[in-house]
């Protein structure tokens, strides 16, 4: 059986980071990704995507990204209930955050490249912005 999940969205808020009762790091955050299509109007539907990160890799997260940056997040779903206050059963449906990236463009832009604390692998980007590629340079 499989169960992965890719996202690219923008992160709705800061990250907060949390410890639990056993000392392991954990951060719950929602991620604003637009659906590929348009609707009759010609506008896109944003989805907002539950994650949950633990131990490093929420740790990293906290450190690294901001409210608006651009990430990718991969992992897998999680889908969990509970009973709240009032005896209702309450479902959760979430992505378990394994691993991320920063291929995204940060939406503040008052920020040097020098100040960010990340770099892309990406040897199609230069501090956060996409290159242009001559097409005669490439082997394929």
Do not use: H
């Amino acid at each position: 059986m499989l169960n992965a999940t890719f996202y690219q969205g923008r992160l709705t808020k800061d990250i907060e980071l949390r410890e639990t009762g056993n000392g392991q790091y954990v951060t719950s955050f929602t991620l604003a990704v637009e659906n590929s299509f348009k609707k009759a109007d010609g506008t896109k539907d944003t989805n907002f995507i539950n994650c949950v990160a633990w131990r490093k890799t929420a740790e990293a997260l906290a450190n690294y990204v901001k409210k608006g940056d651009g990430v990718i997040v991969t992992g897998q779903t999680q889908v969990r209930n509970y009973e709240n206050k009032e005896g209702n059963r309450v479902y959760v449906t979430e992505c378990v955050v394994k691993e991320f990236d920063f291929p995204l463009q940060n939406k503040r832009t008052n920020e040097s490249s020098s100040e960010k604390s990340y770099k892309t692998n990406d040897p199609f980007e230069k501090n956060g912005s996409p290159v242009d590629i001559d097409d005669d340079s490439l082997p394929f």
